[in-house]
């Protein structure tokens, strides 16, 4: 067991770097990267604590009851030289130094140097369990697994916080918190997540997931077990599989605005305490969002969209709603013969050209009826006779002798207007 508070940079010594030591950073840990045939470090005024052990196992970097007490950084491969903490935070990717630093080409170069027979050792997998962060923790570099289980960050944790503009996202393929706790604010934003999983967290400060791809190896982006304890942010994030949240307590403020989910969203299991913003979400009617989300979450989102006063959104929602209900019906029973009529007919009130387009069949066929039964004997071109088909109101000779065709006209004129009427009232409802 060790703790490290120094360091000392050696070349060519006896002390190998990888010993599954023991240790706590308490003061600042510089590693320089300019001599590239340091191969060992050793760590001055050292101490035995029980505080956890760290190794290297094939390419993951494995910590584990691990305190960080100075800030650390995960960053890019041509960072080379640590300067100063102030300047990483300015955004300057070049020249820094930082606080319990690891990065790749650290790893790299002090695992396997460089040299003409042995080509340099990648480090891409960082495993965090039971470590405890006291500083401010980042991300930046493109990375093939990250995961976190039973850590507490007492600080922010940021993951791209290095602008690189809109047409870089950071690339993680994997990146998982378990049983983790966040004390102040998470930053996600503009990363290329291939799979996320956030399980039995809690979040006491602010979570922000701005602009990310978001997808999932497995059926869905699980969000599970979450106290989300005040603002949640999921503006312009695309959810390419379908997300999950159950078990997941938003007691502040939420939005998703123009968020696109392209395979679905579950919030049955919820708990959302203040008002969620959906606003000019995107995705959710197409098929495959149709058949992975659930009627009570189209129902959610239709309340949410109401209780802001977005009546226009509300009614989008409560047709996929009534098509959800539909789906849960028994084929041949009454209510799926309303329920499909009303789909046919108007799309659920979301269609105005269809009660339209019933209207002009419904009075060609009646015409085409009394004609083929005798019952129609006009003299005026068919094209001009028709019309008087399309009036509910209109009550010709020819329906005395037809008393059923005349039945079936108004009936289904009557219906199909109404259909007409609340499609038109859906988008100028106050």
């Known amino acids: 067991m060790a703790v490290f508070r120094s360091s000392n940079i050696l070349a060519n010594s006896n002390f190998p770097l ?61 960072i080379k030289t640590p300067s100063s903490s102030s300047e990483y935070k300015n955004g300057k990717k070049n020249s820094f130094k930082v606080a319990g630093y690891f990065a790749m080409n650290l790893v790299s170069d002090l695992l396997n140097p460089q040299s003409e027979k042995t080509p340099p050792l990648e480090i891409d997998i960082f495993m965090f369990k039971d470590c405890i962060f006291k500083e401010d923790f980042f991300i930046d570099s493109h990375l093939k697994e990250v995961s976190f289980v039973g850590c507490e960050f007492e600080k922010r944790i940021y993951i791209n916080s290095i602008n690189k503009g809109e047409s870089e996202n950071l690339i993680i393929e994997k990146l998982s918190f378990l049983n983790t706790n966040f004390k102040d604010k998470f930053k996600l934003h503009n990363s290329t997540l291939s799979d996320l999983c956030i399980r039995n967290c809690n979040f006491s400060n602010n979570a922000d997931f701005f602009g990310c791809e978001i997808s999932s190896l497995e059926a869905e982006i699980k969000f599970h077990s979450i106290n989300f304890n005040k603002r949640t942010l999921f503006g312009d994030v695309i959810f390419k599989s379908k997300v999950d949240f159950k078990y997941v307590t938003f007691m502040g403020y939420v939005h998703f ?19 969620v913003n959906f606003y000019n979400i995107k995705g959710l009617e197409s098929k495959a969002s149709v058949n992975n989300t659930s009627q009570e979450t189209y129902r959610i989102i239709k309340h949410q969209l109401k209780s802001v006063g977005n009546t226009i959104d509300s009614n989008k929602y409560h047709s996929l709603e009534l098509k959800k209900k539909k789906h849960n019906l028994s084929f041949f029973s009454l209510d799926y013969i309303v329920f499909f009529l009303h789909g ?55 329906f005395k002798s037809s008393p059923a065709i005349f039945l079936f006209n108004k009936l289904t004129l ?16 106050m």
């Not at 600042?28 to 050292?46: C, P, Y």
């Not at 196992?57 to 950084?73: L, P």
């Not at 696109?260 to 049955?268: H, R, V």
């Not at 009557?414 to 409802?429: E, H, M, N, S, V």
């Open 414 to 429: 009557g219906y199909l207007y109404y259909q007409f009427l609340t499609a038109i009232r859906k988008d100028t409802k």
């Open 344 to 398: 046919l007919c108007s799309n659920h009130s979301q269609s105005w050209l269809r009660p339209i387009a019933g209207i002009v069949i419904i009075g060609c066929l009646t015409y085409f009826l009394l004609l083929f039964f005798g019952a129609c004997c006009n003299d005026n071109k068919w094209y001009i006779e028709v019309f008087k088909y399309f009036s509910i109101i209109s009550n010709e000779e020819c």
């Open 257 to 275: 605005r123009k968020a696109t989910f392209l395979n679905g969203i579950g919030l049955d299991y919820s708990n959302i305490e203040k008002e």
């Open 18 to 78: 990888i010993a599954a030591l023991a240790y706590r950073i308490e003061k600042e840990v510089f590693i320089e990267m300019n001599d590239s045939s340091v191969r060992n470090i050793i760590f001055s005024d050292i101490k035995e604590k029980d505080t956890g052990n760290f190794k290297v196992v094939g390419k993951a970097y494995i910590f584990e009851n691990v305190t960080f007490t100075s800030t650390t950084v995960l960053i890019d491969h041509d």
